[in-house]
């Protein structure tokens, strides 16, 4: 039975107990114990339930291939669901819950699906689920839901209070992790001068190399990582982490990195987790090795575990787990044997799968008096809830017949070991199968390539084959030294430390075991623990036809749940080889992709998220509007009012207060997020004309012109009005979203097709803050202000003026976007809030009053003016807006004219613009379609038309609209049946859409 | 993420400063060209494995265009030259065809 043993564990300190619990029951365990060991070390081996059966599961492994143990940590808000047991380091008070069953881990009802497992198949979800049809929303997908799945999603509404943070690394070499490959090579960059940094995923240095028990250098492996740590850390040139795990190796050198700052110490300040974006000119992956599971019935039960996972606890946690029979194809194995026994644990058997076992460790492990039996596998794993016993056959047999049955608490098996090439694969390594050592391992001639097209990644270690500690030092210091010597640096890496390590012999390719086991065995046998993945489902995929291993894999799910095939992914495609009769090296792998192991979804976002999420932009008077009830409308990043509510007001009435206020005293607009691009220069007209469909080297100083721009599609992308300041200088206006896009457009066209003219653009956006002042009495406001001349002959309409303001310098624009007497008023950004108040000041008793984008919306609805995104949607021309009057007919060229010529584009049946009365005075609701009788061939019903604008005006005391309508314009006074919602009809008739001021006299005003 | 470098400033930096600008060296075809012209102009782009030229606008950066000579496969960047031209530079064509001999060149 698992318990903890009396003395030793390097990495526990007895002096130190922590408390913790798991489901609410109370146990504790010792500093430096991963939440695995501490369950582990008082007895609690069952740890969760099987994602499809629901069979008992309890740890595999001791690192981050983990695919069992998984559990949600923490309470409410801080709940996390699916961590690792393994990965987790202990602390007091950690909270615990295991998942995935009902309505008990001891006892779980879903089990049942576990006595009917041909029920789940490969592909189950597509053969079952076909039919009936209605069938799946209302009984399959709920039961589904209920019984699949691993942990539950944090709450919805919760919000995660820790903080997470984004950092930006540089390095020469940057070596991902930091077992004894990993400290060899960064020591040999970081001696050779290279900027060294230096990542591992775990607490600790030396990766498995003292549980291993090599000596390097004459010295335990424990001293010479002490040592070579404090080498490290003495050299300026090379910084270390701890707990940082190499996620992604990416395009051109770029690595991201997630380091868990602070996971194991809730409540201390600063970030929880910290996720690092790494530009280095040569990665090393010293990311170790893999050990692979057997594939034998019954492998999946609570208490049959990796050889070496066993011997990790044994080393570092002192924990055991009791009697246990070991089951090897290799020699390595072995070692946990060995390791038990000197324990004073009892091991009754070690299976080799091999004919012979006569290597230096099965020797010592006979010297220690424990049996071995060569030629022999598990037939069956006995027990319910943990293992109780095992059965062994001939490995060559059927296994229709057991040898021998011992009693035993745990089996601890090892099927070789596979490179972590995880990271070597991310940006295109290429692997080669090695036969000998049964594994793929990187082709260091097809490495991952960087900017400059040579190689920028190279693995150091059992990451790039190198099993045994001999050859890994060696090989990792040749690659810490090449790396550093591409970077440039020229210093003496010295020398490669040496190790002794017992020789291995070669071990036997066994995929499942016994080599012919019968149906009833391998329905037993699990690849992919997590995804309850069996050998007879990817044999049954084989049988059905999927042959890519891509194909198998997403049909099967092998290899897909959250620790992405770790420990399955060899196996099961050495399976699939199998039944395809083919080697292996011809199925290949499945992809690798990012991120290593699964990282929170806080640390990706960082600091972005509230406030922080994007910038903000605030004109000048954006305080004032925050004061004064302003409810904001996002647009880009600004953020504009789209009315200002007043004590007992809703939305609606603030919205009418303001449009009859401007319509009838005055209304005033912060306007200063209208796009302001100065364009100046010998052939500043000549550069316009080809981005206006209007002609524009024909304006006059002093005077203003209303143009619009097309795509070389000939849609309309944006519209405004054109200020011609002087002889080559123009100051053009574009709509508040599209001021940045605008400007690009013109910079495009400027660098990349005509540069050889000579112009010069400038985005004057936010040097100066705009205002409308509009309505009836905007002048007389004016006017009291003082400085200038603004009376109808001076400054007639579309004219503009420079001059003084109230003692502000002013550029005064007789425009108007309402329809009514308006002037915007340019001032610099810096006197905006200034000149702001001074207009709210002096207008008090002529009834002035802002108005938000709400109110400017009705107001050139009203008047029949199109907006950019209402009236256009990328697909629209000017024609189809009844613009054609702002179309240039003289010139030769401009963006947009061949586009328009095209035959789809002078289709006389296009939707066009006209205005829209409901019967009943109703405001249509936005984007809603007319209706014509008939259904087209998708069965929908038939369209010729659809509202691009819709409102209530409050001048007029009824709803109002534009719309898109097929040959609308002549089809006035035609009545068109609109859809509302539930199957509604609302009857509209076709008029012009200018409602308000018809002949402009307000305008001109 | 790729790095480039851009020619005008000569700062090498991250993808994100950069802005993509699709195929590099069209033609344009304005009006009075043909259907077929016009439709190729607009619609019709390249899209090989293997060498391609992109348009790059250092938007957080200087500002200006470049045309990028890359390798869709390998990620590789033979180079990087101003977008003031109506061809690939003979220094370029000659960086890829060293590199990719099997290259058919530009066109």
Same mark, same amino acid.
């Given at each position: 039975?698992?318990?903890?043993?009396?003395?030793?564990?390097?990495?526990?300190?007895?002096?130190?107990?922590?408390?913790?619990?798991?489901?609410?029951?109370?146990?504790?365990?010792?500093?430096?114990?991963?939440?695995?060991?501490?369950?582990?070390?008082?007895?609690?081996?069952?740890?969760? +339930?099987?994602?499809? @059966?629901? *069979?008992?599961?309890?740890?595999?492994?001791?690192?981050?291939?983990?695919?069992?143990?998984?559990?949600?940590?923490?309470?409410?808000?801080?709940?996390?669901?699916?961590?690792?047991?393994?990965?987790?380091?202990?602390?007091?008070?950690?909270?615990?819950?295991?998942?995935?069953?009902?309505?008990?881990?001891?006892?779980?009802?879903?089990?049942?699906?576990?006595?009917?497992?041909?029920?789940?198949?490969?592909?189950?979800?597509?053969?079952?689920?076909? *039919?009936?049809?209605?069938?799946?929303?209302?009984? @399959?997908?709920?039961?589904?839901?209920?019984?699949?799945?691993?942990?539950?999603?944090?709450?919805?509404?919760?919000?995660?209070?820790?903080?997470?943070?984004?950092?930006?690394?540089?390095?020469?070499?940057?070596?991902?992790?930091?077992?004894?490959?990993?400290?060899?090579?960064?020591?040999?960059?970081?001696?050779?001068?290279? *900027?060294?940094?230096?990542?591992?995923?775990?607490?600790?240095?030396?990766?498995?190399?003292?549980?291993?028990?090599?000596?390097? #250098?004459?010295?335990?492996?424990?001293?010479?990582?002490?040592?070579?740590?404090?080498?490290?850390?003495?050299?300026?040139?090379?910084?270390?982490?701890?707990?940082?795990?190499?996620?992604?190796?990416? #395009?051109?050198?770029?690595?991201?990195?997630?380091? +868990?700052?602070?996971?194991?110490?809730?409540?201390?300040?600063?970030? +929880?987790?910290?996720?690092?974006?790494?530009?280095?000119?040569?990665?090393?992956?010293?990311?170790?090795?893999?050990?692979?599971? $057997?594939?034998?019935?019954?492998?999946?039960?609570?208490?049959?575990?990796?050889?070496?996972?066993?011997?990790?606890?044994?080393?570092?946690?002192?924990?055991?787990?009791?009697?246990?029979?070991?089951?090897?194809?290799?020699?390595?194995?072995?070692?946990?044997?060995?390791?038990?026994?000197?324990?004073?644990?009892?091991?009754?058997?070690?299976?080799?799968?091999?004919?012979?076992?006569?290597?230096?460790?099965?020797?010592?492990?006979?010297?220690?008096?424990?049996?071995?039996?060569?030629?022999?596998?598990?037939?069956?794993?006995?027990?319910?809830k943990t293992v109780t016993g095992v059965a062994l056959c001939r490995i060559d047999s059927?296994?229709?017949?057991?040898?021998?049955?011992?009693?035993?608490?745990?089996?601890?098996?090892?099927?070789?070991?596979?490179?972590?090439?995880?990271?070597?694969?991310?940006?295109?390594?290429?692997?080669?199968?090695?036969?000998?050592?049964?594994?793929?391992?990187?082709?260091?001639?097809?490495?991952?390539?960087?900017?400059?097209?040579?190689?920028?990644?190279?693995?150091?270690?059992?990451?790039?084959?190198?099993?045994?500690?001999?050859?890994?030092?060696?090989?990792?210091?040749?690659?810490?030294?090449?790396?550093?010597?591409?970077?440039?640096?020229?210093?003496?890496?010295?020398?490669?430390?040496?190790?002794?390590?017992?020789?291995?012999?070669?071990?036997?390719?066994?995929?499942?075991?016994?080599?012919?086991?019968?149906?009833?065995?391998?329905?037993?046998?699990?690849?992919?623990?997590?995804?309850?993945?069996?050998?007879?489902?990817?044999?049954?995929?084989?049988?059905?036809?999927?042959?890519?291993?891509?194909?198998?894999?997403?049909?099967?799910?092998?290899?897909?749940?959250?620790?992405?095939?770790?420990?399955?992914?060899?196996?099961?495609?050495?399976?699939?080889?199998?039944?395809?009769?083919?080697?292996?090296?011809?199925?290949?792998?499945?992809?690798?992709?990012?991120?290593?192991?699964?990282?929170?979804?806080?640390?990706?976002?960082?600091?972005?998220?509230?406030?922080?999420?994007?910038?903000?932009?605030?004109?000048?008077?954006?305080?004032?509007?925050?004061?004064?009830?302003?409810?904001?409308?996002?647009?880009?990043?600004? +953020?504009?009012?789209?009315?200002?509510?007043?004590?007992?007001?809703?939305?609606?009435?603030?919205?009418?207060?303001?449009?009859?206020?401007?319509?009838?005293?005055?209304? $005033?607009?912060?306007?200063?997020?209208?796009?302001?691009?100065?364009?100046?220069?010998?052939?500043?007209?000549?550069?316009?004309?080809?981005?206006?469909?209007?002609?524009?080297?024909?304006?006059?100083?002093?005077?203003?012109?209303?143009?619009?721009?097309?795509?070389?599609?000939?849609?309309?992308?944006?519209?405004?009005?054109?200020?011609?300041? #002087?002889?080559?200088?123009?100051?053009?206006?574009?709509?508040?979203?599209?001021?940045?896009?605008?400007?690009?457009?013109?910079?495009?066209?400027?660098?990349?097709?005509?540069?050889?003219?000579?112009?010069?653009?400038?985005?004057?956006?936010?040097?100066?803050?705009?205002?409308?002042?509009?309505?009836?009495?905007?002048?007389?406001?004016?006017?009291?202000?003082?400085?200038?001349?603004?009376?109808?002959?001076?400054?007639?309409?579309?004219?503009?003026?420079?001059?003084?303001?109230?003692?502000?310098?002013?550029?005064?624009?007789?425009?108007?976007?309402?329809?009514?007497?308006?002037?915007?008023?340019?001032?610099?950004?810096?006197?905006?809030?200034?000149?702001?108040?001074?207009?709210?000041?002096?207008?008090?008793?002529?009834?002035?009053?802002?108005?938000?984008?709400?109110?400017?919306?009705?107001?050139?609805?009203?008047?029949?003016?199109?907006?950019?995104?209402?009236?256009?949607?990328?697909?629209?021309?000017?024609?189809?807006?009844? $613009?054609?009057?702002?179309?240039?007919?003289?010139?030769?060229?401009?963006?947009?004219?061949?586009?328009?010529?095209?035959?789809?584009?002078?289709?006389? #049946?296009?939707?066009?613009?006209?205005?829209?009365?409901?019967?009943?005075?109703?405001?249509?609701?936005?984007?809603?379609?007319?209706?014509?009788?008939?259904?087209?061939?998708?069965?929908?019903?038939?369209?010729?038309?659809?509202?691009?604008?819709? @409102? @209530?005006?409050?001048?007029?005391?009824?709803?109002?609209?534009?719309?898109?309508?097929?040959?609308?314009?002549?089809?006035?006074?035609?009545?068109?049946?609109?859809?509302?919602?539930?199957?509604?009809?609302?009857?509209?008739?076709?008029?012009?859409?200018?409602?308000?001021?018809?002949?402009?006299?307000?305008?001109?005003? | 993420?790729? !790095?480039?470098?851009?020619?005008?400033?000569?700062?090498?930096?991250?993808?994100?400063?950069?802005?993509?600008?699709?195929?590099?060296? !069209?033609?344009?075809?304005?009006?009075?060209?043909?259907?077929?012209?016009?439709?190729?102009?607009?619609?019709?782009?390249?899209?090989?494995?293997?060498?391609?030229?992109?348009r790059w606008r250092h938007a957080y950066g200087c500002g200006k265009w470049f045309i990028?000579?890359?390798?869709?496969?390998?990620?590789?960047?033979?180079?990087?030259?101003?977008?003031?031209?109506?061809?690939?530079?003979?220094?370029?064509?000659?960086?890829?065809?060293?590199?990719?001999?099997?290259?058919?060149?530009?066109?």
């Amino acid at each position: 039975m698992s318990r903890r043993l009396a003395s030793g564990g390097r990495l526990i300190d007895r002096a130190r107990p922590l408390k913790f619990t798991f489901n609410d029951q109370h146990m504790s365990g010792f500093a430096g114990d991963t939440l695995a060991s501490a369950m582990l070390g008082r007895g609690q081996v069952l740890a969760g +339930r099987s994602f499809k @059966y629901h *069979r008992p599961r309890g740890v595999v492994a001791s690192g981050a291939e983990e695919p069992n143990a998984l559990v949600g940590l923490g309470k409410g808000e801080r709940f996390e669901p699916n961590q690792r047991t393994t990965t987790t380091e202990l602390f007091d008070g950690l909270s615990a819950t295991s998942q995935n069953h009902w309505p008990s881990l001891e006892f779980d009802l879903l089990a049942a699906n576990n006595l009917v497992p041909q029920f789940l198949t490969a592909g189950f979800y597509y053969k079952t689920f076909l *039919r009936p049809r209605a069938f799946w929303k209302h009984v @399959y997908e709920p039961i589904i839901r209920r019984s699949a799945g691993l942990g539950r999603a944090p709450d919805a509404e919760s919000r995660d209070p820790d903080r997470y943070e984004l950092v930006y690394g540089f390095a020469d070499v940057l070596v991902i992790g930091g077992g004894v490959a990993g400290l060899q090579a960064a020591l040999a960059a970081g001696r050779a001068g290279a *900027r060294v940094m230096l990542w591992e995923q775990t607490a600790h240095w030396g990766g498995r190399a003292p549980v291993d028990g090599v000596e390097i #250098d004459g010295q335990p492996a424990d001293s010479w990582i002490k040592s070579a740590v404090e080498a490290l850390e003495g050299m300026e040139n090379v910084s270390l982490r701890l707990r940082c795990m190499g996620a992604g190796v990416h #395009d051109h050198g770029y690595v991201l990195g997630n380091e +868990r700052v602070a996971d194991h110490l809730p409540g201390a300040s600063g970030p +929880r987790q910290r996720l690092w974006r790494v530009r280095a000119d040569r990665v090393i992956t010293a990311t170790g090795a893999i050990e692979r599971p $057997l594939s034998f019935a019954g492998n999946d039960l609570p208490g049959v575990m990796l050889a070496s996972a066993v011997r990790d606890y044994v080393v570092n946690w002192a924990v055991s787990p009791g009697r246990t029979v070991v089951v090897t194809n290799n020699d390595d194995a072995y070692r946990t044997a060995i390791a038990l026994k000197e324990a004073g644990e009892d091991v009754p058997v070690i299976a080799d799968a091999r004919d012979e076992a006569t290597g230096a460790l099965p020797q010592k492990a006979r010297d220690l008096g424990i049996r071995i039996m060569t030629g022999t596998g598990v037939q069956k794993v006995k027990g319910g809830k943990t293992v109780t016993g095992v059965a062994l056959c001939r490995i060559d047999s059927d296994g229709s017949t057991h040898t021998e049955v011992l009693d035993c608490d745990a089996v601890a098996m090892s099927g070789g070991w596979s490179p972590v090439v995880h990271l070597w694969s991310h940006c295109g390594g290429k692997l080669i199968w090695d036969d000998a050592q049964a594994f793929f391992r990187p082709d260091p001639d097809r490495p991952p390539l960087g900017h400059d097209g040579a190689g920028f990644v190279a693995c150091a270690g059992a990451a790039s084959g190198a099993l045994g500690a001999g050859d890994g030092l060696a090989d990792a210091h040749a690659a810490g030294a090449a790396a550093a010597r591409d970077t440039g640096a020229t210093g003496d890496a010295g020398h490669p430390a040496r190790a002794e390590a017992p020789e291995e012999a070669p071990l036997r390719q066994v995929w499942i075991m016994p080599a012919r086991a019968g149906y009833a065995l391998r329905m037993k046998m699990w690849l992919d623990f997590q995804n309850d993945v069996k050998v007879s489902d990817v044999q049954l995929a084989a049988r059905e036809g999927y042959h890519s291993v891509e194909h198998t894999k997403r049909y099967t799910t092998l290899g897909m749940a959250t620790d992405q095939g770790k420990l399955s992914n060899i196996n099961g495609l050495a399976v699939l080889s199998d039944a395809l009769d083919q080697p292996i090296p011809a199925t290949g792998t499945t992809t690798f992709r990012p991120p290593y192991t699964p990282i929170t979804l806080g640390a990706i976002s960082g600091e972005a998220k509230g406030d922080l999420f994007q910038p903000l932009r605030r004109t000048p008077m954006h305080d004032w509007h925050a004061a004064n009830g302003v409810h904001w409308e996002p647009v880009g990043q600004w +953020r504009r009012p789209f009315a200002y509510l007043r004590a007992g007001e809703d939305v609606h009435q603030s919205v009418n207060r303001e449009v009859l206020n401007a319509r009838s005293n005055i209304g $005033l607009l912060d306007a200063s997020t209208l796009g302001k691009i100065l364009v100046s220069g010998p052939d500043a007209g000549r550069f316009l004309d080809m981005l206006y469909t209007n002609m524009m080297s024909t304006l006059r100083p002093g005077k203003c012109r209303y143009g619009l721009m097309c795509n070389e599609n000939g849609f309309l992308m944006d519209d405004g009005v054109v200020a011609r300041l #002087d002889e080559q200088s123009f100051l053009v206006h574009t709509t508040s979203g599209g001021a940045d896009h605008i400007h690009g457009w013109m910079e495009d066209w400027l660098q990349c097709e005509w540069w050889d003219w000579k112009v010069h653009t400038v985005n004057l956006t936010e040097q100066f803050a705009q205002i409308a002042v509009v309505g009836p009495k905007a002048r007389a406001l004016l006017e009291r202000l003082g400085g200038m001349d603004l009376s109808r002959e001076a400054l007639p309409f579309m004219g503009w003026a420079e001059g003084t303001l109230g003692g502000v310098r002013a550029r005064v624009f007789r425009i108007s976007f309402s329809g009514e007497l308006s002037f915007e008023v340019a001032v610099p950004a810096a006197q905006g809030r200034a000149f702001w108040d001074m207009l709210l000041h002096q207008g008090r008793d002529l009834g002035v009053m802002p108005y938000g984008t709400e109110a400017l919306h009705i107001l050139r609805a009203e008047k029949g003016f199109i907006m950019i995104g209402d009236e256009t949607d990328g697909t629209v021309i000017p024609q189809d807006l009844n $613009l054609n009057w702002a179309i240039s007919k003289k010139k030769d060229d401009f963006l947009g004219k061949r586009g328009m010529e095209r035959v789809a584009m002078t289709d006389p #049946d296009r939707w066009k613009l006209v205005g829209l009365e409901t019967l009943d005075g109703s405001v249509l609701p936005h984007g809603a379609l007319a209706v014509v009788e008939g259904v087209n061939a998708n069965g929908q019903a038939q369209t010729e038309g659809r509202v691009t604008s819709s @409102y @209530y005006s409050a001048t007029l005391g009824r709803g109002i609209a534009m719309a898109l309508v097929r040959r609308g314009p002549d089809r006035m006074g035609e009545v068109l049946r609109f859809a509302g919602a539930h199957d509604a009809r609302i009857e509209a008739r076709i008029v012009d859409p200018v409602l308000h001021d018809k002949d402009g006299e307000k305008l001109h005003g | 993420m790729l !790095l480039l470098t851009c020619p005008h400033c000569g700062v090498t930096a991250e993808e994100t400063e950069f802005a993509p600008g699709g195929e590099a060296h !069209l033609k344009r075809f304005g009006p009075g060209s043909d259907d077929d012209a016009f439709e190729a102009y607009m619609f019709n782009r390249k899209n090989p494995m293997g060498v391609h030229f992109e348009r790059w606008r250092h938007a957080y950066g200087c500002g200006k265009w470049f045309i990028a000579a890359r390798c869709t496969v390998t990620l590789e960047v033979f180079g990087t030259y101003p977008a003031q031209t109506t061809e690939p530079p003979a220094g370029i064509v000659e960086t890829i065809k060293a590199k990719r001999p099997e290259w058919e060149g530009y066109k």
